[in-house]
């Protein structure tokens, strides 16, 4: 007997506790809030206009940003002077290959002779290669 009342107690329990949570359930329920990811600081925040100004406000938030600019300028002198180095390097090759142009051509004139247009044939003839 007293297991039967302890088995109704019990089911009336459970009964009551599945009506509350229901309730609960269908007041109360949970929702994500719109955050905000800030790539400098590498921080969440919420995603409203007074914790986006706050936090750019701030000093740890001004600092990573002076700290980016650096970084950004330091980076454009390295580009500005490697495409300088760069630039004078395919000048002086450029400068070594004409003149090796220029010689090459001298060497082979030198070799083959000069060349003369022939009017009655329409050709170029040298004298070594009549």
């Given at each position: 007997?007293?297991?039967?009342?302890?088995?109704?107690?019990?089911?009336?329990?459970?009964?009551k506790?599945?009506?509350?949570?229901?309730?609960?359930?269908?007041?109360?329920?949970?929702?994500s809030?719109?955050?905000?990811?800030?790539?400098?600081?590498?921080?969440?925040?919420?995603?409203?206009?007074?914790?986006?100004?706050?936090h750019?406000?701030?000093?740890?938030?001004?600092?990573?940003l002076?700290?980016?600019?650096?970084?950004?300028?330091?980076?454009?002198?390295?580009?500005?002077?490697?495409?300088?180095?760069?630039?004078?390097?395919?000048?002086?090759?450029?400068?070594?290959?004409?003149?090796?142009?220029?010689?090459d051509?001298?060497?082979?004139?030198?070799?083959?002779?000069?060349?003369?247009?022939?009017?009655?044939?329409?050709y170029?003839?040298?004298?070594?290669?009549?």
């Amino acid at each position: 007997m007293t297991e039967v009342i302890m088995l109704a107690a019990t089911a009336v329990y459970l009964c009551k506790l599945y009506q509350i949570t229901k309730l609960r359930l269908n007041v109360q329920y949970w929702k994500s809030n719109a955050m905000h990811w800030c790539e400098l600081c590498r921080v969440w925040m919420n995603d409203t206009k007074a914790a986006k100004l706050n936090h750019e406000r701030g000093a740890k938030h001004q600092e990573n940003l002076a700290k980016k600019l650096r970084d950004m300028s330091r980076r454009a002198d390295a580009e500005k002077s490697e495409k300088a180095r760069a630039a004078a390097t395919m000048d002086s090759i450029e400068q070594a290959a004409r003149k090796q142009y220029e010689a090459d051509q001298q060497a082979a004139q030198e070799q083959a002779g000069k060349w003369v247009w022939n009017e009655g044939s329409g050709y170029y003839y040298n004298a070594k290669h009549k």
